[in-house]
Nanobody
Framework: QVQLVESGGGLVQPGGSLRLSCTAS????????MAWYRQAPGKGRELVAR???????NIADSVLGRFTISRDNAKNTAYLQMNSLKPEDTAVYYC??????????????WGQGTQVTVSS
């Protein structure tokens, strides 16, 4: 089965940094786009950053200049480098992938989420 596994969340002080990782595993033919979303308590899920297979990125205005998305295609892994963190960045961060599996028809996959808490 295709799975996305996330890691790197935790508690950090305002102004600090975290690096989130998301690795796709299973029988995957190719991965198109990978993205990071976040969801704060009581709020909807919002797109934070997206990166295409060719490396084109889209960054939300709220994190532009502070967050960077990247990917390592050889490792089927996407990263979210989070700098200058603010309390309003506190949320559960989810990895998403648009991919083509070998043995399944589903193309949209989500990770389990990783908690990021920015607090002093």
């Amino acid at each position: 089965q295709v799975q996305l596994v996330e890691s790197g969340g935790g508690l950090v002080q305002p102004g600090g940094s975290l690096r989130l990782s998301c690795t796709a595993s299973g029988s995957i033919f190719s991965i198109n786009a990978m993205a990071w979303y976040r969801q704060a308590p009581g709020k909807g899920r919002e797109l934070v950053a997206r990166i295409s297979s060719g490396g084109k990125t889209n960054i939300a205005d709220s994190v532009l200049g502070r967050f960077t998305i990247s990917r390592d295609n050889a490792k089927n892994t996407a990263y979210l480098q989070m700098n200058s963190l603010k309390p309003e960045d506190t949320a559960v961060y989810y990895c998403n992938a648009d991919l083509l599996p070998w043995w399944e028809l589903e193309t949209d996959y989500w990770g389990q989420g990783t908690q990021v808490t920015v607090s002093s």
